[in-house]
């Protein structure tokens, strides 16, 4: 099996900064890519971020040049730091990991549990 654990969440004024933390373990061969999703309450989840295990970055428009994602592909983790936070970037965000199993020839997108991001204004 394959764990996904999320870190870094909370409630920040507007103009903050969080860091979030997506750890990846257990039955993985090799990661395609790792990013994040969010969702607020009525709206469809979107893309916040991604990378791939090359390094190739793709960001959603509303948080370009204010979001940074990064991967450490030792570790097998992904980082979001959000600086410049906004109330409209108040959602769960989802850490997602496209990864191939051991013993599989196949890849398919694992998702986390997700953490509350909440800006206040």
């Known amino acids: 099996q394959v764990q996904l654990v999320e870190s870094g969440g909370g409630l920040v004024q507007a103009g903050g900064s969080l860091r979030l933390s997506c750890a990846a373990s257990?039955?993985?061969?090799?990661?395609?890519?790792m990013g994040w999703y969010r969702q607020a309450p009525g709206k469809e989840r979107e893309l916040v971020a991604a990378v791939t295990s090359g390094g190739n970055t793709n960001y959603g428009d509303s948080v370009k040049g204010r979001f940074t994602i990064s991967r450490d592909n030792a570790k097998n983790t992904v980082y979001l730091q959000m600086n410049s936070l906004k109330p409209e970037d108040t959602a769960v965000y989802y850490c997602?990991?496209?990864?191939?199993?051991?013993?599989?020839?196949?890849?398919?997108?694992?998702w986390g549990q997700g953490t509350q991001v909440t800006v206040s204004s």
């Open positions: 257990g039955n993985i061969f090799s990661i395609n890519a």
């Open positions: 997602n990991v496209d990864l191939r199993p051991r013993y599989s020839s196949s890849a398919y997108r694992q």
